[in-house]
């Protein structure tokens, strides 16, 4: 088995390094160049949209986590997103060290900042956002574009490796979570 590598910042709100990989659930779709696909199909050189625009990705790894290994370590569980909890036109389940990004009007007016990168781990509890046990092996892929991306998965925006959205305290993070969906944001949004 292929050990996960974290990302820059894997270090989440209590301060104690990550096991589970930064990085995307097979099944889960991912917004290249021409459509949504899967990101177990995506390969060395494909086209993902990115907040940079369109860029190839320059490494894939794929890493599987045993669920046998799993059964005790309730921190590397995945985190079920349920529909529109991110603006997300579908059920999503993500890395609890995978970071999302926030952003609008009301962000700004909470957090102070137009941008906030949170730890998906530190939203759950709101929202309906839970974590789940895994009934099987968690098969995971890593993308790497050799520089600091945000890339669409699902209608969320995903930080790959350190970006450049402010990362706040817990609380802060939560608070703007809690006040933007008290605005109605994030929009549902479609993929394409």
Same mark, same amino acid.
């Given at each position: 088995? /292929?050990?996960? *590598? ?26 290249? /160049?021409?459509?949504?696909? !899967? ?17 190839? +990705? ?5 890493? =599987? ?5 799993? +059964?005790?370590?309730?921190? @590397?569980?995945? *985190? $079920? ?6 603006? !997300? ?11 999302? *990004?926030? @952003? ?5 007016? *909470?957090?102070?900042?137009?941008? =906030?990168?949170?730890? +998906? $781990?530190?939203? #759950? ?14 098969? %995971? ?8 991306? #945000? #890339?669409?998965?699902?209608? #969320?925006?995903? &930080?790959?490796?350190?970006? @450049?959205?402010? =990362?706040? &305290?817990?609380?802060? /993070?939560?608070?703007? %979570?809690? /006040?933007? !969906?008290?605005?109605? &944001? ?5 993929? $394409?």
């Amino acid at each position: 088995m /292929a050990k996960p *590598v974290p990302s820059k910042r894997s270090m989440s709100a209590a301060g104690r390094d990550d096991h589970a990989p930064c990085a995307f659930l097979i099944g889960t779709r991912v917004a290249t /160049a021409d459509d949504m696909r !899967n990101v177990e199909m995506l390969e060395v050189g494909d086209r993902v949209r990115t907040t940079a625009g369109p860029l190839e +990705i320059a490494r894939i790894e794929r890493t =599987i986590m045993r669920r046998l290994d799993l +059964i005790y370590r309730r921190d @590397d569980w995945p *985190v $079920r997103v349920p529909v529109g909890s991110l603006g !997300n036109p579908g059920p999503l389940r993500l890395s609890p060290a995978q970071r999302v *990004v926030l @952003d609008g009007p009301t962000v700004e007016r *909470v957090a102070g900042m137009p941008e =906030i990168s949170v730890s +998906i $781990r530190d939203l #759950v509890g709101l929202r309906g956002l839970i974590v789940e046990r895994p009934i099987a092996d968690l098969h %995971y892929t890593i993308l790497d574009f050799g520089r600091p991306v #945000v #890339v669409v998965a699902e209608g #969320v925006a995903c &930080e790959i490796q350190a970006g @450049d959205a402010a =990362i706040v &305290e817990r609380d802060a /993070a939560r608070a703007a %979570y809690m /006040a933007m !969906n008290a605005e109605g &944001e994030p929009r549902l949004r479609t993929l $394409r």
